[in-house]
């Protein structure tokens, strides 16, 4: 990059437009197969749930980046124009540390946390998968039904449940092929692929409605107070995370099941770096029961911002 190169502003409609799921989610497999990058967070909280939070991560030699997040719980009940959580992410070029570009973090997040479980739910769920049941109808989850389906293209019908249950009804009105439901334990007694994007502090499915080949994706929990699945969802599944470090320090729900021995380190099937490289099994059988831990973090945001660069210069050439 030439020094006087300016910083390229790319905003919210550019993020969409480009990181379409299949692109996106055989990205983040590619980004898989490089070493980890260097990350780390920072998290100030208050009592109301307000928080700021400082996400950076290096590849190095490549480039680095961080990602800057407000989480306002109170925004969307105040006024439907304003999400909650809200966040700009810079990307730097590795060599020299010019800023190569401001990225808007919301949408980079949104692209990013649905194809992180998309590509879990690539290499873990069913190959013939048919129905999903989407938990939680915030302003993730439509994201997160359009990635399951880019990943499972098998996927035909979608199931959606919330606590609210008219958002359920307005987000099956724009997804095709959905169905608002109220009766949870029996959705997920049909589904082959059950993703749940919700705050919960406690179980919302249970271990004893999963079927023989159901593919869990928790994206919530993402402390060690939140629950979405109870142990017996754990112990009766096979448990990969997209970093099995983090999984076991952040995920409420393996936190807890290490901390009452229900659950192991080595019960940890392995994590996105293993699945791409081959250096763990994925899902062995069509009646293993497979879960997914969607934790996050800065190198999956590095990865995107890296390869949305790709496709902007490419747009340019």
Excluded at 39 to 45: K, P, Q
């Amino acid at each position: 990059m030439e020094p006087n190169r300016p910083m390229r502003m790319v905003d919210a409609e550019q993020v969409h437009a480009l990181l379409d799921f299949p692109g996106l989610i055989e990205a983040l497999r590619r980004g898989h197969l490089d070493p980890p990058a260097d990350t780390y967070s920072h998290l100030m909280r208050d009592a109301a749930g307000t928080a700021f939070l400082a996400l950076p991560a290096w590849q190095h030699g490549k480039a680095m980046g961080i990602k800057v997040v407000t989480v306002f719980p109170d925004n969307p009940s105040a006024t439907l124009d304003i999400p909650a959580v809200q966040a700009v992410f810079l990307l730097f070029d590795a060599e020299n540390g010019i800023p190569t570009a401001c990225i808007d973090g919301t949408a980079l997040t949104y692209r990013k946390t649905a194809a992180d479980s998309g590509l879990g739910s690539r290499f873990l769920a069913r190959e013939d998968a048919e129905t999903l049941l989407m938990v939680g109808a915030g302003g993730l989850a439509p994201y997160v039904i359009a990635a399951h389906r880019a990943a499972r293209p098998t996927i035909r019908r979608v199931l959606i449940w919330n606590r609210t249950h008219a958002k359920a009804e307005r987000l099956a009105d724009e997804t095709p092929d959905a169905e608002a439901v109220t009766e949870l334990e029996a959705a997920a007694q049909e589904a082959d692929v059950i993703s749940c994007a919700t705050n919960a502090t406690s179980p919302l499915i249970l271990g004893e409605w999963l079927r023989p080949g159901t593919h869990l994706d928790l994206i919530g929990s993402y402390t060690p107070e939140m629950r979405e699945v109870d142990e017996a969802a754990l112990t009766r599944a096979h448990i990969w995370g997209d970093t099995a470090a983090k999984i076991c320090e952040r995920s409420g729900e393996v936190v807890a099941a290490l901390a009452s021995g229900a659950l192991r380190r080595e019960d940890i099937v392995g994590d996105l770096y293993g699945l791409a490289q081959g250096l763990c099994p994925g899902r062995q059988s069509a009646e293993e029961i497979t879960l997914f831990k969607n934790a996050g973090g800065g190198h999956l945001d590095l990865m995107t911002a890296r390869y949305l660069m790709e496709l902007l210069v490419s747009a340019r050439a």
